[in-house]
């Protein structure tokens, strides 16, 4: 069975500070997505990472897939109000079979005050 | 709106009630998936089809749970004889074959009193 630890589980900053979240598994995963997910609505995707190593840049996100493809971490700069939402991070998996089902983390609830 | 679309977006029921959701995903997707979202925890996967295929079901959460997918096309998820613990976020999402990426819908919240 695969996991996805995900740090912090709370993080409540200024605005204009920067964080960082982490996710972490002992799995290799054949890809990672981000989610940014608000109150009684689904997952949205912010980016998805497949390459060991790859960083990808969202205007003040920045994502990236570890060299071993078992972690990940997701940079915000100067994070913003808007930033507020709970984060979550997503293995695909190398099933043998066709449903490559994604394993969520249990996210990062981001609160930024202004 | 191309995205994916669910519904009813909110459902209460009684306790021992039968109650379906339906997802429409994306046109062009034609992989589909069911998925729990529990408060304070990451969505939990609960099966799959391919088309019209159900090709993963053994993570549904009880026989009370079944999923059809009769034309390949929208989705309907059953839940019979509805317990308080089934009360949860149920979240649809589809891609396209040979991507990993997954577009949810905004789920449907269940309430069973």
């Known amino acids: 069975t695969q996991l996805l630890e995900q740090s912090p589980q709370f993080l409540s900053i200024q605005e204009g500070e920067n964080l960082t979240v982490y996710c972490n598994s002992s799995s290799v995963f054949s890809s990672l997505q981000w989610y940014r997910q608000e109150p009684g609505e689904g997952p949205v995707l912010l980016v998805t990472v497949v390459t060991g190593g790859e960083v990808k840049k969202l205007k003040r996100l920045t994502f990236q897939f570890g060299d071993a493809r078992k972690d990940s971490s997701l940079h915000i700069t100067a994070a913003q109000p808007g930033d507020t939402g709970l984060y979550l991070c997503?293995?695909?998996?190398?099933?043998?079979?066709?449903?490559?089902?994604?394993?969520f983390g249990s996210g990062t609830q981001l609160t930024v005050l202004p | 709106d191309t995205g994916v679309s669910q519904n009813p977006r909110h459902k209460i029921t009684k306790r021992g009630q039968n109650v379906t959701f339906r997802c429409d995903p994306i046109s062009e997707h034609n992989r589909l998936y069911w998925y729990r979202q529990t408060l304070g925890q990451g969505p939990e996967f609960l099966t799959y089809f391919q088309n019209e295929a159900q090709l993963e079901k053994s993570r549904l959460l009880s026989d009370r749970f079944s999923a059809e997918r009769p034309k390949g096309s929208f989705s309907t998820l059953e839940i019979q004889r509805t317990e308080q613990g089934d009360s949860a976020m149920y979240l649809c999402?589809?891609?396209?074959?040979?991507?990993?990426?997954?577009?949810f819908g905004p789920g449907t919240r269940l309430t069973v009193l």
């Open positions: 999402a589809s891609r396209m074959a040979g991507s990993d990426t997954q577009y």
């Open positions: 997503a293995g695909g998996s190398f099933s043998s079979g066709s449903a490559r089902q994604l394993t």
